[in-house]
């Protein structure tokens, strides 16, 4: 059976008996054992079956994690496209998404069209950062919802269906993932970090209004028409990214809601990225975006 047939067979019929996650028979089922009120407290919903999410995934010399990035993005059970953006790796990433590439297109000639976790490669030309890869995958998307998920392991996928409910249910138009919420796990690390992190986002709460807790989280969820908003007006290359879109939703007086996630944070041994010179720019950032539109 070709992926597009299973995918139009009703819940029950592609998983056996069991309906699959997030769909209606799955919720009700839930809901008749554990009643509505626990569903809502454990996060348990419906999301629309013909609603698509997009990952937009910057990559940057992460050929050793990005496989397990892949199969964990791949694993969460939402229909979805996995558009992935290299900013000019060098360290065999781009041979790696290459492969990946005439996998897939090996997959949709074999069943006729792939319906789910259909990946999309943009490749730059030149290293540009973090920022370029956000705008690059934000021109790409076609999905209802977009997600940014960085291409290491330091966020988990799993939590896509936590951080999309409040959009579902129609109460945000974005929705932020926060470090520092406290009731999920966070790997301890560096201190200094720490305090960067929570300086820069008092910065920008105090040029925005808004009262994040974590203005620099990797894990930023859109409904599609804040993306089609806000994306052609993106400029910021590198970090500063993370302010300017934060600015510019600010601005646009968007619904944001907060979510806690866990965190496995890397050390700069293991290829963390982000230095004090970012720092800095993120600074420039928060009052160029907080101030002016």
Same mark, same amino acid.
């Given at each position: 059976m070709t992926d597009s047939q299973t995918s139009s067979l009703p819940a029950t019929e592609r998983l056996g008996q069991e309906p699959a996650p997030y769909t209606e028979d799955w919720f009700e089922s839930l809901k008749g054992v554990l009643g509505e009120a626990a569903c809502r407290r454990l996060g348990f919903y419906v999301?629309?079956?013909?609603?698509?999410?997009?990952?937009?995934?910057?990559?940057?010399?992460?050929? !050793?994690?990005?496989?397990?990035?892949?199969?964990?993005?791949?694993?969460?059970?939402?229909?979805?496209?996995?558009?992935?953006?290299?900013d000019f790796s060098r360290d065999g990433t781009r041979d790696l998404l290459k492969?990946?590439?005439? !996998?897939?297109?090996?997959?949709?000639?074999?069943?006729?069209?792939?319906?789910?976790? &259909?990946?999309?490669?943009?490749?730059?030309?030149?290293?540009?950062?973090k920022g370029a890869a956000v705008r690059s995958g934000f021109g790409a998307v076609t999905g209802d919802f977009v997600l940014i998920q960085d291409a290491d392991l330091e966020y988990d996928p799993s939590e896509y269906?936590?951080?999309?409910?409040?959009?579902?249910?129609?109460?945000?138009?974005?929705?932020?993932?926060?470090?520092?919420?406290?009731?999920?796990?966070? &790997?301890?690390l560096y201190y200094w970090h720490y305090v960067g992190n929570r300086f820069l986002t008092?910065?920008?709460?105090?040029?925005?209004?808004?009262?994040?807790?974590?203005?620099?989280t990797c894990y930023k969820v859109f409904s599609r028409h804040v993306v089609d908003d806000i994306g052609?007006?993106?400029?910021?290359?590198?970090?500063?990214?993370?302010?300017?879109?934060?600015?510019?939703?600010?601005?646009?007086?968007y619904r944001v809601? !907060?979510?806690?996630?866990?965190?496995?944070?890397?050390?700069?041994?293991?290829?963390k990225k982000i230095g004090w010179k970012d720092g800095i720019a993120a600074l420039w950032c928060i009052v160029r975006y907080g101030w002016f539109r």
């Open positions: 999301i629309p079956s013909g609603k698509l999410l997009s990952v937009v995934i910057p990559v940057y010399n992460e050929v !050793e994690t990005l496989l397990d990035l892949l199969e964990k993005v791949k694993a969460v059970p939402i229909r979805k496209e996995i558009v992935m953006v290299d492969r990946l590439e005439d !996998e897939q297109q090996a997959a949709e000639a074999k069943s006729g069209g792939l319906t789910n976790n &259909r990946l999309t490669i943009i490749y730059h030309e030149r290293n540009q950062g269906p936590r951080l999309l409910h409040p959009i579902v249910e129609g109460k945000a138009d974005v929705v932020y993932g926060s470090r520092f919420l406290g009731d999920q796990p966070h &790997r301890v008092t910065m920008s709460n105090w040029f925005t209004n808004l009262n994040l807790t974590d203005m620099e052609p007006l993106l400029k910021q290359n590198r970090f500063g990214i993370e302010p300017e879109i934060t600015g510019r939703i600010a601005h646009g007086r809601y !907060e979510m806690s996630v866990s965190y496995d944070g890397r050390t700069y041994e293991q290829g």
